[in-house]
């Protein structure tokens, strides 16, 4: 008998075609969806003014960083919650199964962000661990579930994760609104509070529906055999351990300093990929079919990289840039500089279904995902681009840039980010060997590990060269390499069947 025989459960087969409960989507798409929209809210929402409660004086409730140092370590933490994703990844396929990884990380999310609502430096970092760690558990499992609702020929996948998309970005646009005006009216540990509200419903809502989830049974489709799993969970458990008193002991002699760790965070992020695409190529369970596929997906990797250097510094650069050199008043009203984070939310939650409808009335004739990934490179840098004419010809630091400067950089990069990352996502579920579902997807949120990784270094120059070079330069680095894929588009065509 064949392993679909064998080994799994009817829970675990997608929907029947006929399944369009959700705007012509199964029903999933609503559970998992709504998951989003509360993690976004809470992740994005923490996100908004983590930069700016860094950069803020020790007096009025902040870390007191400069803006270069705030922003690298803003761009650090971003890099440990996308390389822990690897171990989700993991822990999905060999133990715990995609359902139980998505809830695990919901709850340590929230538990993270009640820490942070406590307003003490020490609890901060607590939080923060804990986001990270669970965000890693989540953000890859939830996708690979999106993937699971559709059959490989499914013409809907794009589709659907473009109103996947959507949602995160509803979460996106809401939690900086909500986050932002607490943190300028009642102090920033009032925002971290709310980040803890709403990723409490969003655990609610997933576990309540439940039902319409493929991929939910409680045992890992690959699990290791019950001896090795009792030896990799001890392993786990003694090594987290381990890493936790070392940081301890090396803290307290004073080497581990923040400059180190980020430091090393960088490091690490480009080792990861390196080290997880070598042990895909070599893996004994990757098809030489898979393997072939494997070849055109660094060259998404790569570009999702580029792309998100320039996306992640929406929540870093430009909050900062945002707070001291652009209006934050519009016909009268006035804002929190952290509302602007809501623009791109809102932009990729008006531009998604228009994408996803695009794309559906196109269906064959619609563009080859890596075109799709390359136009979006290319916006990401135009993003930034645009950013080189309000911030020149300025002597000083004194000036206030229209309001519409960062609103238009946030709908290019709005557009861009539909574009890449919906394609980009439903091409890994495609692309990912059978054996390496989960951890694959793991290995395109190592692209964002590797982008924040890059970050956290170069955004120390944001104090140190002028506006128009530092935007200037990263954002011609970004349309080079969109150029570069759109001219590997033949190969990449020829190579990533059954990638359409």
């Known amino acids: 008998m064949s392993r679909t025989e064998v080994d799994v459960e009817p829970e675990d087969q997608p929907p029947p075609e006929d399944d369009h409960a959700f705007f012509g989507q199964p029903k999933g798409l609503l559970t998992l969806s709504g998951l989003e929209v509360w993690e976004r809210f809470s992740f994005l929402g923490m996100q908004a003014i983590l930069v700016l409660y860094f950069a803020d004086t020790v007096a009025h409730g902040g870390m007191g960083m400069s803006a270069g140092t705030a922003a690298s370590v803003s761009a650090a933490y971003g890099t440990l919650v996308y390389l822990v994703s690897v171990a989700g990844g993991w822990l999905a396929d060999r133990i715990l199964g995609s359902y139980r990884s998505v809830l695990w990380g919901g709850v340590l999310i929230a538990c993270g962000h009640y820490a942070m609502a406590v307003p003490t430096g020490t609890m901060t970092w607590v939080g923060l661990g804990l986001i990270s760690g669970g965000t890693g558990l989540l953000k890859p499992n939830v996708a690979t579930m999106v993937g699971k609702l559709y059959r490989t020929d499914d013409e809907r996948r794009d589709a659907g994760f473009a109103l996947y998309y959507m949602a995160i970005n509803v979460g996106a646009f809401a939690g900086p609104l909500i986050t932002g005006w607490l943190g300028d009216h009642k102090g920033w540990h009032w925002g971290f509070s709310a980040a803890a509200v709403g990723m409490t419903f969003g655990l609610i809502q997933y576990v309540a529906g439940r039902r319409h989830l493929a991929g939910r049974r409680n045992t890992a489709e690959f699990a290791l055999a019950p001896d090795a799993m009792r030896r990799a969970v001890r392993l786990i458990v003694v090594g987290v351990v381990a890493v936790a008193i070392l940081a301890t002991l090396l803290a307290g002699v004073g080497w581990l300093t923040m400059d180190r760790f980020v430091d090393l965070l960088t490091v690490v992020s480009v080792i990861a990929p390196v080290v997880y695409f070598a042990v895909m190529f070599m893996s004994p369970r990757v098809t030489p079919d898979e393997r072939g596929r494997l070849r055109p997906y660094i060259v998404l990797f790569l570009a ?197």
């Open 304 to 500: 999702s990289t580029v792309f998100n250097f320039i996306l992640f510094q929406a929540y870093s650069t430009m909050m900062l840039l945002a707070s001291t050199n652009a209006e934050t008043s519009i016909l009268g009203f006035d804002f929190p500089a952290s509302w602007y984070a809501s623009a791109l939310g809102a932009f990729e939650v008006g531009l998604a279904p228009v994408v996803a409808a695009l794309w559906v009335r196109m269906g064959p004739r619609q563009p080859h995902a890596s075109t799709k990934i390359a136009i979006g490179v290319v916006l990401g840098g135009l993003s930034f681009l645009l950013m080189v004419l309000p911030t020149s010809g300025h002597s000083g630091d004194d000036y206030l840039m229209s309001v519409w400067w960062i609103v238009g950089s946030y709908l290019l990069l709005g557009l861009g980010d539909i574009l890449l990352e919906t394609s980009g996502m439903s091409a890994t579920t495609k692309l990912a060997p059978a054996a390496f579902s989960s951890q694959t997807m793991s290995l395109w949120f190592l692209s964002l590990a590797l982008a924040n990784g890059i970050q956290a270094q170069t955004v120390k120059l944001y104090d140190d060269v002028s506006k128009p070079a530092y935007f200037g330069v990263n954002g011609a680095i970004a349309v080079a390499a969109g150029l570069a894929v759109m001219a590997a588009a033949p190969w990449l065509r020829r190579t990533m069947h059954p990638v359409h």
